[in-house]
């Protein structure tokens, strides 16, 4: 067989991999973050479904960024940001930073500065305000590690949690016995 064509068979099996891989994780849902941060431009946020506690002495949590421009980038270059956990109530927050030039941070969607300069959504479920301590960058993503210094409980609601690309409450209902 020539060359060329074992080439495009291998991409071909790369490229079904890729697949294969985001259909596997359309099938796990995760739970939804708006990570927000100071830049000197203002306030920068995102949504992500990729936050993930690694360790609870010291409490380090770990998140991912699939580019380095845009708000992204100033998370990246911030020293620090705040990792919002939301809940179901929160889902038109989660949209708009999960969309490219939709309205972020609007006063009718509750968010204040903390007195470290970071945007803080009180309305969140949980606020963890974080120094970041490491990147590591992970084919076309990056993975920041991040120390938290302080925990911030906000509003009781249902987990709001990515499956299938789209937003779904938890219901206390869900819970199997």
């Known amino acids: 067989m020539p060359r060329t064509n074992r080439r ?3 991409q071909d099996a790369a490229a079904a991999t890729i697949d294969q891989f985001k259909a596997a994780f359309r099938r796990h849902p995760a739970g939804v973050a708006v990570i927000t941060a100071e830049s ?11 936050v993930a506690s690694v360790s609870a002495e010291p409490p380090v949590l770990v998140f991912s960024v699939t ?8 998370i990246l270059a911030a020293s620090t940001c705040v990792v919002h956990l939301l809940h179901s109530e929160n889902v038109d927050i989660a949209r708009s930073f999960a969309k490219s030039g939709a309205p972020r941070f609007v006063p009718e969607q509750g968010w204040i500065t903390r007195g470290t300069g970071e945007p803080l959504l009180p309305d969140a479920a949980v606020m963890l305000h974080c120094k970041i301590v490491d990147k590591v960058a992970v084919g076309a993503s990056t ?3 991040a120390e938290v210094l302080e925990i911030d409980e906000g509003v009781e609601g249902s987990p709001l949690v990515y499956h299938d690309r789209n937003f779904h409450g938890l219901q206390h209902h869900s819970i199997l016995h």
Do not use: F, K, N, Q
């Open 8 to 10: 495009t068979m291998s």
């Open 40 to 50: 000197a431009e203002g306030p920068v946020g995102l949504t992500a479904s990729s």
């Open 67 to 74: 580019t380095s421009a845009g708000s992204a980038g100033s």
């Open 143 to 145: 993975l920041v590690i």
